[in-house]
Each structure stands twice: as structure tokens, then as C-alpha cells.
T-cell receptor, first 115, second 110 residues
Framework: NAGVMQNPRHLVRRRGQEARLRCSPM?????VYWYRQLPEEGLKFMVY????????ESGMPKERFSAEFPKEGPSILRIQQVVRGDSAAYFC?????????????FGAGTRLSVL | GQQVMQIPQYQHVQEGEDFTTYCNSS?????IQWYKQRPGGHPVFLIQ?????EVKKQKRLTFQFGEAKKNSSLHITATQTTDVGTYFC??????????FGTGTRLQVFP
């Protein structure tokens, strides 16, 4: 059952380091979404990508954060010069098409801890 | 911008009691989806409602979409400890992304 795969599951970084979070969508899915979840809070949309294109990055901070979904390979969420406030769970979801009526399937998430 | 609110934020019930969470959108929705997230887990899709006034049931769970397609509810009959988790509604925003509600965290005491 090749669901949405995220790695690593847990990531520890010191302030100022870079964090790279990977997401492989479900087979046949070409649309990827990244969300951030702080402890005891809801899911905040960050960015929506289709293969090689960023469709909507309105939820992503302008500085230090970037995302890509190359033609080959997983989607990457990159956080440069991490700060303590970046500590959160980052979930990736994929869907078959970009229509909002399509169901999103979530990965298990990456828990980022910044020391 | 578009907002999706849920109430209550938390609900503690005794096992066997009923539970309801309400979802309200600031805009009309073409559809609404519900997800469940267990503690320490990831969101899992439960159901999608599309039609005005639609009601769907999954065993002890009843989902309803309002006539105006701006609100929805999830009702659980006779809760069990396995129902523990956070329930999110989600509706489409612009560019086809999903806007998730604020969530209702359900705790069930045996």
C-alpha cells in the first residue's frame, strides 16, 4: 500500500541550520500540499504544488522557506536558518488532481524540533 | 480571507454519550470534507458532502451539509474510546486548496 511517504519522521536541528523535508505522493498523484501544525493547533496551509510548478504559496513565509516538486523525485520543503518557532509537525498531502473536490491523502508527517 | 471555524474547540464526554461538532464557513462551499486525526497521528479522510442538505452516515457517525452550504456538522452516537481524536472539517479555497477548520478535540472517558 504505497501511501504518501514522508521522511524523516523526526528531525532535530539547531538554530541556524537547514531542514529538508521530503514527501513522495501516492502513486498516480501529481498534486502535493504542505501543511504546518503547531502543538494543539489546526492545520495551516503552506504551499500547493503540481509537478515542477508552484500553484499557491500564499501560506508559506516569504523568507527562509521554499518548496519544490521536481519532475523526478519527491517534493521538498526546505527551511533555511531554522529558528525555535519553526518547531512543528509538517504534513504533506497528495491528491489525484488539483480540484478541491478531490480527497487529500496525508503522510505521517515530519516532526521538526529546533534546539 | 476565507475562514472555517469549528465549535466547540474541546469536548470531553463519558463513553456512551453523544458528541457533535459544528463547522461554519465564511463563504459558500462547493463541498465539504471531514478528517479525523488521532493523537500523534496524521489526518485521515472520513467523508465528503457535496449537495445542499445532504446527510450521510457511517455507522455511529452522521454528517450533515447545511442548506446554504456554509455549515456542516458531525454527530457521533454513543461515543467509544476509539473515537478519541481531533475532527477537522475542510472546504475548498481559491486555487483549489483546502481550508481546514480549527478542529474539535474529542476526549472520551471510559
Amino acid at each position: 500500500n504505497a501511501g504518501v511517504m514522508q521522511n524523516p519522521r523526526h528531525l532535530v536541528r539547531r538554530r541556524g541550520q537547514e531542514a529538508r523535508l521530503r514527501c513522495s505522493p501516492m502513486k498516480g498523484h501529481s498534486h502535493v500540499y504542505w501543511y504546518r501544525q503547531l502543538p494543539e493547533e489546526g492545520l495551516k496551509f503552506m504551499v500547493y504544488l503540481q509537478k515542477e510548478n508552484i500553484i499557491d504559496e500564499s501560506g508559506m513565509p516569504k523568507e527562509r522557506f521554499s518548496a519544490e516538486f521536481p519532475k523526478e523525485g519527491p517534493s521538498i520543503l526546505r527551511i533555511q536558518q531554522v529558528v525555535r518557532g519553526d518547531s512543528a509537525a509538517y504534513f504533506c498531502a497528495s491528491s489525484q488532481s488539483g480540484l478541491a473536490k478531490n480527497i487529500q491523502y496525508f503522510g505521517a508527517g515530519t516532526r521538526l524540533s529546533v534546539l | 480571507g476565507q475562514q472555517v471555524m469549528q465549535i466547540p474547540q474541546y469536548q470531553h464526554v463519558q463513553e456512551g454519550e453523544d458528541f457533535t461538532t459544528y463547522c461554519n464557513s465564511s463563504t459558500t462551499l462547493s463541498n465539504i470534507q471531514w478528517y479525523k486525526q488521532r493523537p500523534g497521528g496524521h489526518p485521515v479522510f472520513l467523508i465528503q458532502l457535496v449537495k445542499s442538505g445532504e446527510v450521510k452516515k457511517q455507522k455511529r457517525l452522521t454528517f450533515q451539509f447545511g442548506e446554504a452550504k456554509k455549515n456542516s456538522s458531525l454527530h457521533i452516537t454513543a461515543t467509544q474510546t476509539t473515537d478519541v481524536g481531533t475532527y477537522f472539517c475542510a472546504g475548498p479555497g481559491n486555487t483549489d486548496k483546502l481550508i481546514f477548520g480549527t478542529g474539535t478535540r474529542l476526549q472520551v472517558f471510559p
